[in-house]
């Protein structure tokens, strides 16, 4: 089988991350990512990997990623169901980037590993820190996803989620469409919130349903995160975007960590965050659907 071109300089990577001399021996690509090259890749002693390759100026997106996944699996207890691929090691040359995680084999979703997912999502959710943020800035698909430590969650939404978002749209130069809105929708934030004070809990930040999958046994899994503290509501309302979650997942989630009152009614300001970031990475519908989502929002605090 062929092999990536820049194997050498992986291998190398690998081996000083894994103590020992490791050579890959086989390379399969892996479909499903839309930003970098995903491989599964076997080594010499039939260790199995799972590989993203980039270009050489994409390797903060992947750096990122590994310390969202480190993250989350500190964080995750013995007794929380969830599984958390394990980093071994981010690295890049001068014409490609890469990220080397354990691989995970994925099986077929049942209602049981859905339960198991809501169950250990709600545990992940009682890891909480002081402040709302994260360590370091990150991505949210390719954007630019600020993190910086703050108090007040209300402050924290509208200036680092869904303002940055609009300098971003300022930017591709589809603002003016949005700018009433955006405009008021900021002025609005803390009537929307109104009474609401989360804890800043662990989030994954991207909970979509092609970023949780459950492995050859049914274990549950999640990858590909956006990681900082926040509401926790803000991973529950993505759940609900794009599909792939059923009954199953939120009546668990629930039994363990029951939402609080009004989550119904804060969903879709935490959704537009998501609707406005596909607005700016792939424009078109998006723009349209994130002003009538705004339209909304300023009805519903009127």
């Not at 009537?191 to 989360?198: C, E, I, S, T």
């Not at 995160?225 to 939120?250: H, K, N, Q, W």
Request: charged share 15%; glycine share 8%.
């Amino acid at each position: 089988m062929p092999r990536f071109p820049a194997t050498a300089d992986i291998e190398r990577s690998l081996s000083q991350a894994m103590g020992q001399a490791t050579q890959l021996q086989a390379w399969q690509a892996v479909s499903g990512g839309s930003i970098h090259q995903a491989w599964h890749a076997t080594s010499d002693n039939n260790q199995h990997f799972f590989i993203k390759t980039n270009h050489h100026t994409k390797r903060h997106t992947l750096e990122a990623e590994a310390l969202g996944l480190e993250a989350l699996g500190k964080h995750i207890s013995p007794d929380n169901p969830l599984r958390i691929p394990a980093v071994y090691t981010c690295g890049s040359n001068d014409e490609y980037s890469w990220l080397i995680l354990e691989y995970l084999a994925f099986g077929r979703n049942s209602s049981k590993s859905q339960t198991a997912l809501g169950t250990g999502l709600a545990m992940l959710h009682q890891q909480t820190a002081e402040q709302f943020g994260f360590a370091s800035d990150n991505v949210i698909g390719e954007s630019l996803q600020t993190n910086a430590w703050m108090n007040d969650w209300i402050t924290f939404w509208a200036e680092q989620r869904l303002d940055t978002q609009f300098k971003l749209a300022k930017q591709h130069g589809f603002y003016p469409h949005i700018e009433a809105e955006a405009e008021q929708l900021l002025e609005l934030i803390p009537a929307l919130l109104y009474g609401h004070q989360p804890s800043p809990s662990l989030l994954h930040g991207d909970l979509w349903g092609g970023n949780a999958a459950c492995d050859d046994i049914g274990n549950p899994v999640i990858f590909d995160p956006a990681v900082y503290y926040g509401d926790r509501e803000c991973d529950i309302a993505m759940t609900t975007l794009f599909g792939g979650f059923s009954p199953e997942f939120y009546a668990a989630y629930n039994h363990v960590y029951p939402l609080e009152n009004g989550y119904q009614q804060r969903q879709n300001l935490y959704n537009l965050y998501h609707i406005l970031n596909h607005a700016n990475l792939f424009g078109s519908a998006y723009i349209m659907q994130s002003k009538s989502m705004m339209q909304q929002l300023i009805r519903q605090a009127s």
